[in-house]
Structures are given as structure tokens and as C-alpha cells.
């Protein structure tokens, strides 16, 4: 955009310098980008169980840790995702819980599990959080409400 501009008989030519605006939308695209990508790690394409007469209610949760235990078809376990990492063993677990503890004494620990996971594997999980002290657990599970 050039508008002729005249200033003491000269003609000055003003122009709009786009580089700062095309600089600040791509930094916000890749912001977005990222954003949207870690929201998506925490909460995985799980079938959540169905409780008849669930007394539940959705909370937000500002100092939360997301344990998802998912069914995959072929294992023998779930898999087990502690936020976007994959842990590989009960032992693994307790470390990243328990140094989570030591880094916010008021973390709260959301348990997600599939459906088709066996209870026995979710109440492995819930022993391994209670032997790393966290002490606000709640359980997601599906609502159907009309």
C-alpha cells in the first residue's frame, strides 16, 4: 500500500512493512499447532465405562496428571500413558508419580481407563498411586446424560 505523501514539495512515498505481521501469525499458527497437539495426547480415544447411577460431576482441574490405561487388541496388557509419555512398567510409574508429588505436593491424578481393560490392571494402577502419596485421585468414566 503506497500513498503519495508531499512534504515541503517533495513527494514522499509511505509504505506498510508486512514482515512483523507475517512473522507474529506464524509463531501463533505454530503455538496453536502445539497446543492442540499436547491437549489431544491427554485425553486418548478411550471407551469409558458407563455407571448406572453415577453421582459424579465434571470438574475442571488446574494441577492435574492424566493416567490413561488402554486397550489395545493383540497385548496382553493395556497400555499405559502417564500424560503424552508411554510407560513401560509399574516401577517407571511410581518414579514419575512420585518425583510429580515432589514437584507439586497438590497434584490431582485423573485415572482413565478403556472399558475393555480387566479391573485387575486398574487396580495395579490405583496401588501404585496410593504408594506414591498422591492423594487427590478421581476416576473418569462416560455420563449419558439426556
Known sequence: MVRP??????????????????DIVFLLIVFFML?????????ADLILPSPEQSQGRSTQLTDKVVLNLQYT????EPLVRLGPFVIPS??????????TKR???????V???????????VRSAMNVVAESEIELVNIGVQTDRD
Open 35 to 43: 497446543v492442540s497437539s499436547f491437549a489431544s495426547v491427554e485425553v
Open 111 to 121: 485415572l482413565r481407563a478403556d472399558r475393555e481393560v480387566p479391573y485387575r490392571y
Open 103 to 109: 514437584a507439586n505436593p497438590k497434584v490431582q491424578l
Open 73 to 76: 487388541p493383540g497385548l496382553d
Open 5 to 22: 505523501r508531499r512534504r515541503g514539495g517533495k513527494i514522499e512515498h509511505l509504505q506498510f512493512n508486512m514482515t512483523p505481521m507475517i
Open 90 to 99: 509399574g516401577d517407571v510409574l511410581r518414579d514419575r508419580l512420585k518425583s
